[in-house]
């Protein structure tokens, strides 16, 4: 497809769980974003990737917390040991060139029980 | 740290009429503003962007101005439409994103 995938689109999971989360890119994107957007929020930044280089990762609530681009196309976000106020939804945000916008992904909306 | 600030939260418009969304940011080193409409299970997805280097830009019933002195910016949709209605979130940018909190717009047929 033409955008940004995300999958799975819902999740559920119980409480101490693990998780993972899939991002595909925009074919070429070399820039790569990850967003927890709560309940009535707006979207806030978790980590980025340029290309398989982590580059910032001071958005990421706990060491819980751990994404990868291991190729520098496809990237995981991971959730060990799930707490609830994990739930939310993640969005994943990818960009071409450095003076073009993030394109967004439809989202993986967490449920932790 | 980095803050952006929108209002209103919910606004409520007839068709045909305008609505303005306002957005003010505190870091000095934001240098790119976009807009994006947030649908009901979507992500969000960008109607309209503005560099500093620009004080307002249009495009058909969307625009935007800026005010970088007062750090402000704000979105202008003029002739509403149904299909407006949606969550509109501004950001702005000095590296990363950071969003503003969303304001839900009802447009009334």
């Known amino acids: 497809g033409a955008g940004v995938s995300q999958s799975p689109r819902y999740k559920v999971a119980k409480r101490g769980q693990d998780v993972a989360l899939r991002c595909d890119p925009i074919s070429g994107h070399v820039s790569l974003f990850w967003y927890q957007q709560a309940l009535g929020q707006g979207p806030e930044f978790l980590t980025y990737?340029?290309?398989?280089?982590?580059?910032?990762k001071s958005g990421l609530p706990s060491d819980r917390f751990f994404a990868e681009r291991p190729e520098g196309s496809v990237s995981t976000l991971k959730i060990q040991r799930t707490q609830q106020e994990d739930s939310a939804v993640y969005l994943c945000a990818t960009r071409g060139e450095r003076n073009q916008p993030q394109h967004f992904g439809d989202g993986t909306r967490l449920s932790i029980l | 740290g980095e803050n952006v600030e929108q209002h209103p939260s919910t606004l409520s418009v007839q068709e045909g009429d305008s609505a303005v969304i306002k957005c003010t940011y505190s870091?000095?080193?934001?240098?790119?503003f976009p807009w994006y409409k947030q649908e009901l299970g979507k992500g969000p997805q960008l109607i309209i962007d503005i560099r500093s280097n620009v004080g307002e830009k249009k495009d058909q019933r969307i625009a935007v101005t800026l005010n970088k002195t007062a750090k402000h910016f704000s979105l202008h949709i003029t002739e509403t439409q149904p299909e407006d209605s949606a969550v509109y979130f501004c950001a702005a940018s000095g590296g990363k994103l950071i969003f503003g909190q969303g304001t839900t717009l009802q447009v009334k047929p």
């Open positions: 990737f340029q290309n398989e280089a982590q580059l910032d």
């Open positions: 870091d000095s080193a934001s240098n790119y």
